[in-house]
């Protein structure tokens, strides 16, 4: 197995809005504003290479909306998906499955493209199963009037309209060891219902892709949950569980949002569990 880390672009978004009823001038010191009370935001996928297959988890934004759509989010740096896999010698045809944590646009956009005559939509992967599961499907296809925005429908309809969509089995509790994909997967239900966390047995070490559950290195207290979470209380508690595993197992956590810290580990300390190492994916995905 070979892992690659794809940044699919870097955006910003609104720190109060990051980090709830926390103020800003606590999370400012972790993640320090602009002028327009913007931090930075990475889209840092990851690509698995095992075997036959070619799995990329996420695909950010994608280039098919609006100027005004992009306007909101404040673009910044010169990556996207398909310089980051040409890096690595990879197109996106070769990708045989796309793990998607959830559908919200800025984790599944790059899954659809406009087709050749801009009339309509068709899949950015042509030789990919899109895989998610039964219930955040429902969640997302169903929106409620919270989630709306950040489900948008030809980000989501045309993967089963292709005949590409695949479900994750559901656990019976909330880790799903061995799925079809390979890898274990966390189940968590604060930020949006059935989000996945896929956790990845690599040579001597376990990845875990962090996604929603841990946006920044600023998140690790338990109390600093986005504003953008359907439950924080849930999320809260889903944090304490997985931190905690995390700094008894020595997890590596690979951050999807945090444009400046890529991967960490954590350790128990009196103030709860807190960073321990900060490492770039070339020292680990070697």
Known sequence: MTLYPINAG??????????????????????????NNMIDIASRCLLIEDGNRLILIDNGMGNKQSDKFFGY???WGNFSLDSSLKQYGFHRDDITDVFLTH???????????????KTGYETAF?????????????????????????????NILPMEESGQLKFTALPEHDMLKNSALGFDI?????????QMIPIIKYQDKTIAFMADLLPTVGH?????????DTRPLLTMDEKEKFLNMAADNNLYLFLEHDAHNEI????????GVR????FKTQDIFN
Not at 110 to 116: A, R, V
Not at 126 to 154: C, D, G, V
Not at 264 to 271: A, D, F, G, P, S
Request: aromatic letters at 14%.
């Open 10 to 35: 870097n955006f910003k978004l609104d720190g109060g809005a990051m980090f709830g009823v926390v103020p800003k001038s606590i999370w400012n010191r972790t993640n320090p504003a602009d002028a």
């Open 73 to 75: 989010y404040h673009m």
């Open 103 to 117: 559908l919200h646009f800025d984790h599944c956009g790059g899954s659809i493209q406009w087709n050749k005559d």
């Open 126 to 154: 042509k030789n990919a199963h899109f895989w998610t599961n039964e219930n955040h499907w429902q969640w997302a296809t169903q929106p409620n009037r919270r989630e709306k925005a950040s489900f948008l429908k030809e």
């Open 186 to 194: 966390f189940f968590a239900n604060g930020h949006t219902e059935k």
């Open 220 to 228: 690790l207290p338990l109390p600093y949950v986005m504003g953008y």
């Open 264 to 271: 960490i580990t954590l350790q128990h300390t009196e103030k």
């Open 275 to 278: 960073l321990k190492n900060t």
